[in-house]
């Protein structure tokens, strides 16, 4: 890395350093103003710092951001940078855990907690390639009446951060638009304008206090040693699912040419059809 360049924000550990410490409590309050687009007016952050094990590792709930907000609503913000192709049980998991200790033993039902997850997405989930937008919210909806929440204590929010430059246009959501502009490129230079509304302004500093923590963290080398160690575990990942999805492929291609052959099909074809040679078709 050079010494110049400002860490990657959509390095889980380096989001976690910027938004998820007790001095950034009113940075992050402005960014979930903006992406819940409800009045946070106070917030408090678990403070919990990481281990250079655990960067390491992929343990639930190590690189999310534990918030009260308003002193009443739970919330889990993370950003996610590996696809492993089920990030929905993942954060449903995560809201259900959270929901569920809002509340002690003896308590009541009614003393159960509003609890939201936020999931940043550095890619776009499976399940929603249909959805043309880059933030989505999710609650639980009665299948015919559709604008009926069974409750408003489960709220989800989704952003796939590749979605941002198709659509951004379309969301019309400024202050939002903005954060996804730094997320992307840290060192994005946002001018503060006089005729700016007071919302904007509000934004355009809290990002301006991000990216002043950012190059604060990127000038120390012990945190650019710890970025590089969880950015060695992210390649890894991601190498380890390549691995598997090749493997996948190639097994399939010889269920595929087992089949041919047992239809009398000649190996020509046969190859021609599963890209394996005739020397490992004769094989099978």
């Known amino acids: ?16 350093r910027t938004f998820g410490y007790k ?15 409800d009045d946070v007016n106070a917030i408090e952050l678990n403070n919990q710092t990481i281990t250079e094990k655990e960067l390491m590792d992929d343990k639930v709930g190590i690189m999310d951001i534990k918030a009260v907000l308003n002193g009443s609503t739970e919330c889990d913000i993370e950003m996610q940078v590996v696809n492993q192709h089920n990030i929905e049980k993942r954060v449903l998991f995560y809201w259900a855990k959270m929901y569920t200790q809002t509340i002690k033993e003896g308590s009541k039902y009614n003393d159960l907690k509003k609890s939201i997850c936020v999931l940043i997405a550095d890619f776009e989930l499976d399940g ?94 012990h945190e650019r040693y710890l970025a590089e160690l969880r950015e ?40 021609a059809t599963t890209g394996l040679s005739e020397e490992e078709i004769k094989k099978l």
Do not use: C, H
């Open 1 to 16: 890395m050079s010494e110049n360049k400002l860490l990657k924000i959509t390095n889980d550990y380096i989001f976690k």
């Open 23 to 37: 001095e950034s409590g009113e940075v992050t309050r402005v960014l979930l103003r903006d992406v819940l687009t």
């Open 128 to 221: 929603l390639s249909e959805i043309k937008k880059y933030i989505t919210k999710w609650n639980i909806r009665e299948e015919e009446y559709k604008s009926v929440i069974l409750t408003d204590v489960l709220e989800i929010v989704i952003i796939e951060l590749p979605k941002y430059m198709k659509y951004a246009k379309k969301e019309k959501r400024k202050n939002l638009n903005l954060w996804l502009e730094f997320f992307k490129n840290p060192e994005v230079k946002i001018m503060l304008n006089e005729n700016d509304e007071k919302d904007i302004k509000e934004t355009k500093d809290a990002i301006k206090k991000a990216q002043e923590n950012l190059e604060k963290i990127s000038k120390d080398e």
């Open 232 to 271: 060695k575990y992210i390649r890894d990942q991601v190498a380890v699912q390549e691995y598997g999805y090749i493997k996948g492929r190639e097994e399939e291609k010889i269920e595929i040419a087992k089949k041919m052959l047992e239809n009398g099909l000649d190996f020509e074809i046969i190859s």
